[in-house]
């Protein structure tokens, strides 16, 4: 699914990305409550104000769970499969929440990165985070 | 109508004050291209897309982005009438250009992206959401006049 250049532009923003998976997730999470607020509604456990605490705890959570798709592109389904489980029998997220949580993931990317963003770098990354978000939610069904 | 605190306002206006319309446009319309492919299908008469730097540096490209840019700059001095400011756009991408209105929200997606880009830290969540909910006034607007 993913091209050899595109898995090298994976890995390359991972590299930054490592390291500071819980500040990462933090500002993630941050931003989906923020600029999507019905997203917090799979996140009552979190209250309608989730703390810094709360956010980089469950953001790092997040971000190592992508660490772990970026290790294995070539075989998301099995190694997102309890993951997948998760979803679709415990969390049960609308499908519709998983591209605003790519834009979000995206703009963090873009903010932080800014002029070494590139165009194949967003491309690639939002090829792979789509990949991994059909992943998750392919046992729903 | 899109419903902006009076904060979002001004922090919208604020930042777009220093957006370098001409550039941004062209850069938001390539990354369409190269980040969503089949949004080319409009582009036919743009020449080489072949490949994203193709696209990146393809003047029509860029002379299009910037078009659409300002058009979409006025829809900002115009938030409390969208619909009305792009009656005639709407009308357009429905009777002449056939575009469905998936694309104006994939392309409001990529603006925010480029403003980001552009602007890093100041681009705040705050900031992010003001203006999520412009582009998808905008979209909502061009969509409106479909039939």
Redesign the interface.
């Given at each position: 699914m993913l091209s050899t250049q595109e898995r090298i532009q994976v890995a390359q923003v991972w590299d930054l990305i490592a390291g500071h998976e819980a500040s990462f997730g933090a500002e993630l999470l941050l931003r989906l409550f923020t600029v999507y607020p019905s997203t917090k509604s799979y996140f009552k456990h979190l209250g309608f104000c989730p703390d810094e605490t709360q956010l980089l705890t469950h953001g790092q959570r997040m971000l190592e769970a992508v660490g772990v798709a970026v290790q294995h592109m070539d075989n998301l389904r099995a190694a997102l499969s309890p993951l997948a489980d998760l979803h679709a029998q415990v969390l049960r997220v609308d499908p519709s929440n998983f591209p605003l949580l790519i834009q979000c993931f995206q703009v963090v990317l873009a903010s932080h990165l800014q002029g070494e963003f590139t165009v194949e770098m967003q491309a690639a990354w939002d090829k792979f985070l789509t990949g991994v978000a059909v992943v998750l939610t392919e046992k729903y069904r | 109508m899109v419903h902006l605190t009076a904060e979002e306002k001004s922090a919208v206006t604020a930042l777009w004050s220093k957006v370098k319309v001409d550039e941004v446009g062209g850069e938001a319309l390539?990354?369409l291209l190269?980040?969503?492919p089949w949004t080319q299908r409009f582009f036919d008469s743009f020449g080489d897309l072949s490949s994203?730097n193709a696209?990146?540096s393809n003047p029509k490209v860029k002379a299009h982005g910037k078009k659409v840019l300002n058009s979409f700059s006025d829809g900002l001095k115009n938030l409390d009438n969208l619909k009305g400011t792009f009656a005639k756009l709407s009308e357009l991408h429905c009777d002449q250009l056939h575009v469905d209105p998936e694309n104006f929200k994939l392309l409001g997606?990529v603006l925010?992206?480029?403003l980001?880009?552009?602007?890093?830290?100041e681009?705040t969540?705050?900031v992010?959401?003001a203006f999520?909910k412009v582009v998808t006034g905008v979209a909502n607007a061009l969509a409106h006049k479909y039939h």
């Amino acid at each position: 699914m993913l091209s050899t250049q595109e898995r090298i532009q994976v890995a390359q923003v991972w590299d930054l990305i490592a390291g500071h998976e819980a500040s990462f997730g933090a500002e993630l999470l941050l931003r989906l409550f923020t600029v999507y607020p019905s997203t917090k509604s799979y996140f009552k456990h979190l209250g309608f104000c989730p703390d810094e605490t709360q956010l980089l705890t469950h953001g790092q959570r997040m971000l190592e769970a992508v660490g772990v798709a970026v290790q294995h592109m070539d075989n998301l389904r099995a190694a997102l499969s309890p993951l997948a489980d998760l979803h679709a029998q415990v969390l049960r997220v609308d499908p519709s929440n998983f591209p605003l949580l790519i834009q979000c993931f995206q703009v963090v990317l873009a903010s932080h990165l800014q002029g070494e963003f590139t165009v194949e770098m967003q491309a690639a990354w939002d090829k792979f985070l789509t990949g991994v978000a059909v992943v998750l939610t392919e046992k729903y069904r | 109508m899109v419903h902006l605190t009076a904060e979002e306002k001004s922090a919208v206006t604020a930042l777009w004050s220093k957006v370098k319309v001409d550039e941004v446009g062209g850069e938001a319309l390539g990354r369409l291209l190269v980040v969503y492919p089949w949004t080319q299908r409009f582009f036919d008469s743009f020449g080489d897309l072949s490949s994203p730097n193709a696209i990146m540096s393809n003047p029509k490209v860029k002379a299009h982005g910037k078009k659409v840019l300002n058009s979409f700059s006025d829809g900002l001095k115009n938030l409390d009438n969208l619909k009305g400011t792009f009656a005639k756009l709407s009308e357009l991408h429905c009777d002449q250009l056939h575009v469905d209105p998936e694309n104006f929200k994939l392309l409001g997606n990529v603006l925010v992206c480029v403003l980001a880009r552009h602007f890093g830290k100041e681009f705040t969540p705050q900031v992010q959401g003001a203006f999520q909910k412009v582009v998808t006034g905008v979209a909502n607007a061009l969509a409106h006049k479909y039939h």
